[in-house]
């Protein structure tokens, strides 16, 4: 275990890593934070609906860039050129970690980055080389990180994919309120959108469905009962 700017690097059972924060919960299962974000985040990005090789997709939680990385390996193994990923950070360290790795530039988290980029780079048969490349590429122009997301962030961007991988309810309350989850659900949703999220709770539900979302509970991964899966569609 390493310990970075008041977090701990730990590996959990798959081999994969992930943070834990000073007397806080770790960001992902302890069963593992790789096979976790193939299991719900894969899921969302295979299962949202795309048209041709063009889709729009927001990430609520950077962390370890886990999704960020997902994002890049499936558009290279699928043609998605066209593809675009806005991603919200609520801590500085970690947005400036990611943003410096990817830029070819040496950071404390950078073998932590490694271990992530390889494990994508084997599941989705891209190499590491041109996963990265893709990032620093896109970074500049369909690729952007922003500070925490709050009620006033507001955006004229729609999107057709959203992982609400935000940290737990006990660190990141605001984000998991009732009144933000409409607001949030009524901004930034394009008419064709799916929504994956590892929590299963009432309050995303109802806001969820009161949008137009088709709601359907997922198996949890590891210890968690359940997780989230919604799609919305316009009526025909």
């Not at 960001?27 to 719900?40: P, V």
């Not at 090789?53 to 886990?66: A, K, R």
């Not at 499936?74 to 400036?96: Q, T």
Request: charged content about 20%; aromatic content about 14%.
């Amino acid at each position: 275990m390493m310990k970075f700017n008041d977090f701990e690097v730990h590996l959990t059972e798959d081999g994969s890593p992930s943070l834990k924060p000073a007397d806080s919960e770790a960001m992902h299962s302890s069963k593992g934070a790789f096979a976790e974000t193939l299991y719900i985040y894969g899921h969302g990005l295979k299962n949202s609906p795309q048209e041709g090789n063009s889709f729009n997709i927001l990430s609520v939680g950077l962390g370890l860039g886990y999704n960020e990385i997902l994002w890049a390996s499936y558009c290279l193994a699928n043609n998605k050129n066209k593809s675009f990923l806005h991603s919200y950070e609520s801590i500085p360290y970690l947005s400036d970690s990611f943003i410096k790795w990817i830029n070819n530039q040496q950071t404390e988290l950078s073998k932590t980055y490694d271990k992530i980029l390889k494990l994508f780079s084997n599941e989705f048969k891209i190499t590491e080389q041109e996963i990265r490349k893709f990032l620093r590429e896109r970074y500049n122009h369909s690729f952007f990180i922003h500070p925490a997301l709050t009620s006033i962030n507001k955006t004229t961007l729609t999107f057709n994919c959203i992982f609400y991988d935000a940290y737990s309810s006990a660190t990141s309350p605001e984000l998991w309120k009732p009144e933000f989850l409409e607001s949030f659900l009524i901004n930034y949703p394009d008419n064709h959108c799916s929504l994956s999220t590892y929590a299963a709770i009432s309050a995303l539900t109802k806001a969820l469905a009161g949008q137009g979302f088709q709601v359907k509970k997922r198996k949890g991964f590891g210890y968690k009962r359940e997780c989230t899966f919604a799609i919305k569609k316009p009526q025909n």
